[in-house]
Nanobody, 115 residues
Framework: QVQVMESGGGLVQAGGSLRLSCAAS????????MGWYRQAPENQRELVAI???????NYADSVKGRFTISRDNAKKTVYLQMNSLKPEDTSVYYC?????????WGQGTQVTVSS
């Protein structure tokens, strides 16, 4: 079972920046795609950004041009650089790791953007 550890959430003013990190450990299987999702209260969990092992990326329309996903394959770590944050970005952000034929979620990290 892969362990997933997220970090980097917090409170920031609108227009500010945060960087989230997610490290996977505990498996010798190849880490395939790694992604960030978010879920605000009373909303469904939604994809924010995802990156394949080859570096291809996909973003939600709402974050294009503001967020950047990247990864360090040697460290089995994915990052989410969030710039020009808006109050509507306030959510719990979850890391999702695809490895072998399995998938697992992190515990989530809170991001709060004040207006």
């Amino acid at each position: 079972q892969v362990q997933v550890m997220e970090s980097g959430g917090g409170l920031v003013q609108a227009g500010g920046s945060l960087r989230l990190s997610c490290a996977a450990s505990g498996t010798r299987l190849s880490i395939n795609a790694m992604g960030w999702y978010r879920q605000a209260p009373e909303n469904q969990r939604e994809l924010v950004a995802i990156i394949t092992s080859g570096g291809s990326t996909n973003y939600a329309d709402s974050v294009k041009g503001r967020f950047t996903i990247s990864r360090d394959n040697a460290k089995k770590t994915v990052y989410l650089q969030m710039n020009s944050l808006k109050p509507e970005d306030t959510s719990v952000y979850y890391c999702r790791v695809f490895y072998g034929s399995a998938v697992t979620w992190g515990q989530g990290t809170q991001v709060t953007v004040s207006s």
